[in-house]
C-alpha cells in the first residue's frame, strides 16, 4: 500500500458499491475492506475488484471461515481481514496468495497470528488500546510484522499512532456509515488522505 489506510465499507450495498469504490481510489486509496455482514457482501467485493487497478487491494472484512476466503478468492478478493485469529482461515487465505490481517488484543493473539503466517495485524479495538498500549505490545512481535490500529481511529488520531511508529490505520464510521452519499464518502476519504500524508510533512 501506498499509504497505511484501509477504507472498511461496513454495510454497503452492491448498487452503491461503484460509485464509492471509485471515490475512494480517486482521492488515492490502495485498500478497501467490505465486511462479510453487509448485504451481498460477495457480490459487492467483485464489482470492486474488477473496478480496481492492479496496485489496489480489494477484500472483505469480518472473515470466519475457510470456506468464506474460497469465495473471496473466487470474487477477485486479495485481502482478508478478520476479528480473530483462526490459524485455519489465516492458512487458507495464505494458499490463495492474500494479504492477511487478523483481529488481536492480546500479545497471545498477535505472536499466535504471526505463527500461524499474518502479513499484518490489526489491533481491535485500538481506541481500548490506544497508542501506549500497542506500543507496548509491539515490544515482544517480531519487528518485521507490520501492525494496524483499528476500531475507533479516525484522522484526528494519526499523529499520536504515528508518535510510536504506528502508520497503518483502518477507517470505518470515521469514513462511512451505511447508506452515505458518495460524494460524503469522498470528501471524508480526501480529509483522510490529507491527514496521513501531513505525518510526513510533520516529520512523524
Not at 489496489?56 to 472484512?61: D, K, M, N, P, S
Not at 505490545?137 to 510484522?145: M, N, Y
Not at 491527514?195 to 512523524?204: M, P, Q, R, S
Given at each position: 500500500m501506498k499509504r497505511g489506510l484501509v477504507a472498511i465499507l461496513r454495510g454497503i450495498r452492491p448498487d452503491e458499491t461503484e460509485a464509492i469504490v471509485d471515490g475512494l481510489i480517486e482521492t488515492g486509496f490502495t485498500a478497501i475492506e467490505i465486511p462479510l455482514n453487509s448485504p451481498d457482501p460477495f457480490k459487492s467485493i467483485d464489482i470492486a475488484a474488477r473496478r480496481a487497478p492492479k496496485?489496489?487491494?480489494?477484500?472483505?472484512?469480518t472473515v470466519l471461515t475457510a470456506d468464506d476466503v474460497d469465495r473471496l478468492n473466487d470474487v477477485g478478493g486479495r485481502l482478508m481481514v478478520s476479528?480473530?485469529?483462526?490459524?485455519?482461515?489465516?492458512g487458507q487465505a495464505v494458499s490463495h496468495g492474500m494479504v492477511t490481517m487478523p483481529g488481536v488484543f492480546t500479545p497471545t493473539e498477535a505472536l499466535a497470528a504471526c505463527a500461524a503466517g499474518a502479513s499484518a495485524l490489526k489491533f481491535f479495538p485500538a481506541s481500548v488500546l490506544g497508542p501506549a498500549g500497542i506500543n507496548a505490545?509491539?515490544?515482544?512481535?517480531?519487528?518485521?510484522?507490520p501492525v494496524g490500529a483499528v476500531g475507533g481511529v479516525s484522522n484526528a488520531d494519526f499523529a499520536a499512532y504515528a508518535k510510536v511508529g504506528i502508520r497503518t490505520f483502518g477507517l470505518g464510521s470515521s469514513l462511512y456509515a451505511a447508506g452515505m452519499e458518495p460524494g460524503e464518502v469522498k470528501r471524508r476519504g480526501m480529509a483522510a488522505i490529507k491527514?496521513?500524508?501531513?505525518?510526513?510533512?510533520?516529520?512523524?
Open positions: 496496485d489496489v487491494l480489494i477484500g472483505a472484512g476479528p480473530n485469529v483462526d490459524a485455519q482461515v489465516i505490545i509491539r515490544a515482544v512481535l517480531p519487528r518485521d510484522v491527514a496521513y500524508d501531513a505525518l510526513e510533512e510533520d516529520g512523524l
